[in-house]
C-alpha cells in the first residue's frame, strides 16, 4: 500500500469516526428548555393557544416555558423573537396581528413578517365577537345596532390594542353601522379589556372569543352578541355569526401560527413541525382548542404557512389603508 493510500484509509477512517458525533450533535435538539414568546398579555386568546400548546409539546420536546410579552399591539414580543439566535430554543407564536396588521399600519416597525422569521404551521383560528357588558340593553345584534345609532356618542369599545385585528374588528363594526362616535378604548392585552368589561368600565368589548369569555357568556355577566366568521364556532353553536345577524361583511378572523427567526436550521423547523402534527392530531387537544372557543388546523405545514401569511399580507393591506388606520 502506497503513502496516497494510507493518507485516503487515514481520512475514511477519520470520517466514519466522526460520522456518528455529527449525527448525534444534530440529534441533540433540544437539550434545554425552548422559549415561547406570547407578544400579548396572560388571559388573551393567544396567551390560551400558547399555554395549551406547550403543555402537550412537552412529551414531544421537553420543557417548554412561555413568556408573555405584551405591549405594542404585538410587537415588542415579536422584534424580541426576530433578534433572537436561529437554533430553535425561540419560538414565536404570532398571528394576524403581529404579522399582517401591523407591517400595514406601523410606519416605524422593529421587524419583517417575511425577512426576519420562517414560519412553521397555524395551530388555530379564532374569530373576533362583539361583546357587550350585562348591564347593556341588548339582546342580539340587531338590538344592539339601534342602541349604538341612539347612543353612540356615550358608547366605547375595548380592544386587545391599537392596530391588532380586535381593533379592527371594532373599526369595521363601526363603519358598517354608521357609528363613528364610538370611542376605541386600547388595552394591553385582551385579559385587561375583559376586566374593564365585567366591571363595565366599557359597555362593549371585539375581542377574540375564548373559553373563558364562553364561561363569562354562559354565566350572564357579559354577553356575545355574534362571532365575526362565516360560520358558527363549534365550541358554541348557540351564538349567531354576524352575517347570520345582518352584518355580511363582518369577518374578522385571527389566525395563531409557530415562527421561528429567519435561518433556523430546517432539520429543526422540520421536528418542530412534526412535533406539533403530533400534538395537533390529538383528539383531546382538538376539543380543548374548541372547547376554548377556537377552530383547530390540521393539516399546516411550513410551506403552507408561508404561502398563507403572504395571501393575508396581500387581503388585508389594502383594507387596513382604505380604513386610514395608520401609527407613526
Not at 168 to 175: D, I, R, T, V
Not at 251 to 274: E, R, S
Amino acid at each position: 500500500m502506497n503513502r496516497r493510500d494510507v493518507l485516503g484509509l487515514m481520512v475514511s477512517v477519520s470520517a466514519a469516526a466522526l460520522a456518528p458525533r455529527a449525527v448525534l450533535a444534530e440529534g441533540k435538539y433540544p437539550d434545554r428548555p425552548i422559549r415561547l414568546i406570547v407578544p400579548f398579555s396572560p388571559g388573551g386568546v393567544v396567551d390560551v393557544i400558547g399555554r395549551q400548546w406547550a403543555e402537550k409539546m412537552t412529551s414531544q420536546l421537553g420543557m417548554i416555558i412561555v413568556e408573555n410579552q405584551g405591549g405594542g399591539g404585538g410587537t415588542i414580543g415579536t422584534a424580541e423573537v426576530a433578534r433572537a439566535k436561529p437554533d430553535g430554543y425561540t419560538i414565536l407564536l404570532g398571528n394576524t396581528s403581529t404579522m399582517v396588521l401591523n407591517p400595514a399600519i406601523m410606519v416605524r416597525l422593529p421587524y419583517d413578517p417575511i425577512k426576519n422569521f420562517t414560519p412553521i404551521s397555524v395551530i388555530a383560528i379564532s374569530v373576533s365577537g362583539i361583546i357587550v357588558h350585562s348591564s347593556v340593553p341588548a339582546q342580539n345584534l340587531q338590538e344592539f345596532i339601534a342602541y349604538a345609532k341612539a347612543n353612540s356618542s356615550n358608547l366605547s369599545y375595548g380592544s386587545a390594542g391599537a392596530g391588532t385585528m380586535t381593533n379592527l374588528a371594532g373599526e369595521l363594526f363601526k363603519q358598517i353601522i354608521g357609528t363613528p362616535d364610538i370611542v376605541h378604548v386600547p388595552y394591553k392585552g385582551a385579559g385587561p379589556a375583559i376586566a374593564d368589561l365585567i366591571s363595565g368600565q366599557i359597555q362593549m368589548a371585539t375581542v377574540n372569543v375564548t373559553g373563558q369569555l364562553l364561561d363569562l357568556h354562559r354565566a350572564g355577566k357579559i354577553r356575545i352578541l355574534a362571532v365575526a366568521s362565516p360560520n358558527r364556532l363549534k365550541g358554541a353553536p348557540d351564538i349567531p355569526t354576524a352575517i347570520e345577524s345582518g352584518l355580511p361583511n363582518m369577518v374578522a378572523q385571527l389566525f395563531n401560527a409557530l415562527f421561528v427567526p429567519a435561518g433556523t436550521p430546517k432539520p429543526i423547523v422540520d421536528q418542530i413541525d412534526q412535533a406539533s402534527r403530533k400534538v395537533l392530531a390529538d383528539v383531546k387537544f382538538q376539543k380543548a382548542l374548541i372547547n376554548s372557543g377556537l377552530e383547530p388546523i390540521l393539516d399546516s405545514s411550513p410551506e403552507q404557512t408561508q404561502r398563507f401569511l403572504q395571501a393575508e399580507i396581500a387581503r388585508w393591506t389594502p383594507i387596513v389603508k382604505a380604513a386610514g388606520m395608520k401609527i407613526e
